[in-house]
Every structure is written in structure tokens, then in C-alpha cells.
């Protein structure tokens, strides 16, 4: 069976109004294009009457692969379900509210296989949202850039383009989803472009946007950064920091014996160490800095036990 252009994976979670209208566009749009591919439709333990219209689908058109969970994992665990099942050459992913463009696909198809990205990554510009969600996205955003080095506008895009090689490399989980431009790079795919796609008002369902999704996403991207410095070496951050906190609280203690002697030699009045406030602040140093070179310790352990201890990234072999 020949390996088809594309597979446009498609999450979605109650989006049975939309579904029809979507498949028979991403078709039209590889007819008229000339491209072969596979639409993968991955619902996420949708309520309403998606997968029956979802089986419809797949009776019409022979190029729909989907599967349905039981219930509602997120988005994550969706996209890492049709990553796994994907075959095209270059991986597509949109959302399923016909707020991404399928007329998009060939521009971002292009850039992955004749201009070499390894991710392409859509930059809605002009946006169909509140302010309540654009204002926080603009932060969101910034704050991604400026931790993770990366020069993208609009990380949580839906529509992005990826090469094969990329998302059968990629583990995401949690809510890993906004991340996958820090995901890849993390795994040595930094050739990320970007491409100014079409926003569209959304005309069917209602938004799962909320609020909540900004402090989980603060969390993911601190979780993101520490595992992607340090996942195979905990003991340069924990033990580094533990040994720096241990030291100087010892320098400080030492500091106010000597102060002490010093005083009792030369008979200067002196309070007692232990009433010294910098005292018991010098001894909760040295006690957070033992536990944190204790908990590296423990953090490489179950590392160097870990069956990925030895997972490489390997671009390229010549003769093996």
C-alpha cells in the first residue's frame, strides 16, 4: 500500500455539527491539490452523536481512520493516539470547529517537504476571540518564548505541520500539547517555521476554553524545562543547589562561633548562639540543602534504573 501524502490527525470532543462539513472540505482540498491522505479523527469520549456521525463518514469516504475512547482524556492523549496510528509523510494536525482552515494544508504540506521544516507551526494573526482569551494568550505566549527560546507567536495553534519523523519521536502527555514546538526541539528537531494561517469565527459548538488552562499550562511548560535540562541528570540541578544551600549555611554558623569565641576571649557581652536569629535561619538552610542533595541522590537512582537512560535521538546511520 503506498504511504499516502498526509494524515490530518483531528481531535475533537463533541463536534457532531461540524464533522460533515470538515471531512468533505480536507478532500476537496486534496483533489484539487493532487495530494493523497488519511484522516485521522480521534474523539475524545465525545457525549453527543459524533462517533455515529463518524461512522457515517467512514462509510462515504474510504481515507477515515478514527477511534473513541470511553471518556474524555484531553487533547494531549488524542494527538499522541493518532500520532502513533499516522503513516502520511508530513503529519497535520487542526482542531475539529472549523476554526482552522483546510485550505491551509497545501501551503503547510509544502514547507515541511520542499522547504525542509521539521515543524511548521500556524500563527493565527488576526484573531475571532474575547478579549478574555486573547489578552492571556499574549502572555502565555511570551512567557513560552522567552523560556523555551523558541520565536513563535501562537504556540497553542491547533494547525501545525510535522514532519514524519518528528511526531513518531514525541511522547506528549498531561497537557504537553501546547508545548510539542519545546518537545521537538528538545529532541534535536529545531528547524521550526512558522506560517500565518486563517482564523474563522467558530459556527458550531461552543468553546472548551477555561481559564484554568493558563495555570496548568504555566506548570507544564516549568515541568517541560526542568526534564528537558536536567530528566537524565537530577543531580547536577538538586545535588548543585543542595551543596551551594549546605555551604553556605555552615559559612554562617562557623560565622557566629567565631563571633562567639571571638567575644568570650576578648570578655565582650555576647548573646548566646542559639538566641541569635540568623542562627535557626542558617540551620533551616542546611537543612533544606541536605534534603535537596538527598533528593537528587534518590533522582538518580531511579534514573540511571530508568529503561530510557539510553534513548538517543539518532538522525542519521551510514553502514549499520
Not at 514546538?181 to 472548551?208: C, F, M
Amino acid at each position: 500500500m503506498k504511504t499516502p501524502d498526509i494524515s490530518i490527525v483531528v481531535p475533537l470532543y463533541n463536534e457532531e455539527e461540524s464533522l460533515p462539513e470538515l471531512i468533505a472540505w480536507i478532500n476537496r482540498v486534496f483533489n484539487a491539490h493532487s495530494l493523497t491522505g488519511e484522516i485521522i479523527l480521534i474523539d475524545d469520549g465525545s457525549t453527543d452523536h459524533s462517533w455515529r456521525i463518524i461512522e457515517g463518514l467512514s462509510q462515504e469516504h474510504q481515507n477515515i481512520k478514527a477511534l473513541r475512547y470511553n471518556r474524555n482524556y484531553g487533547k494531549s492523549a488524542a494527538l499522541n493516539s493518532g500520532f502513533e496510528i499516522a503513516q502520511g509523510e508530513v503529519v497535520i494536525t487542526m482542531d475539529a470547529d472549523m476554526q482552522d482552515s483546510p485550505d491551509e494544508i497545501p501551503g503547510l504540506y509544502h514547507m515541511i517537504k520542499d522547504d525542509g521544516f521539521d515543524l511548521v507551526s500556524g500563527w493565527k494573526k488576526k484573531r475571532h476571540d474575547p478579549l478574555s482569551k486573547t489578552i492571556p494568550t499574549k502572555f502565555f505566549n511570551s512567557a513560552t518564548r522567552m523560556m523555551s527560546g523558541i520565536s513563535l507567536h501562537d504556540f497553542n495553534c491547533g494547525l501545525k505541520a510535522y514532519d514524519k519523523r518528528v511526531v513518531k519521536s514525541l511522547e506528549i502527555y498531561g497537557e504537553m500539547h501546547r508545548y510539542i514546538p519545546v518537545l521537538a526541539k528538545n529532541r534535536g528537531y529545531s528547524n521550526i517555521g512558522e506560517k500565518v494561517v486563517e482564523h474563522r469565527a467558530r459556527q458550531y459548538g461552543t468553546t472548551k476554553f477555561g481559564m484554568n488552562r493558563f495555570l496548568n499550562g504555566f506548570l507544564d511548560l516549568m515541568t517541560i524545562t526542568f526534564v528537558s535540562r536536567f530528566a537524565k541528570k537530577p543531580m547536577h540541578f538538586f545535588g548543585a543547589l543542595g551543596t551551594l544551600m549546605f555551604v553556605f549555611g555552615f559559612l554562617v554558623t562557623a560565622w557566629l562561633g567565631i563571633a562567639k569565641a571571638f567575644s568570650l576571649y576578648n570578655g565582650i557581652p555576647n548573646r548566646l548562639i542559639t538566641e541569635e536569629p540568623l542562627f535557626y535561619t542558617a540551620l533551616a538552610v542546611m537543612i533544606i540543602g541536605t534534603q535537596l542533595f538527598l533528593a537528587g541522590f534518590l533522582a538518580e537512582l531511579v534514573s540511571r534504573n530508568s529503561p530510557d537512560r539510553n534513548r538517543y535521538d539518532v538522525a542519521k546511520k551510514l553502514n549499520i
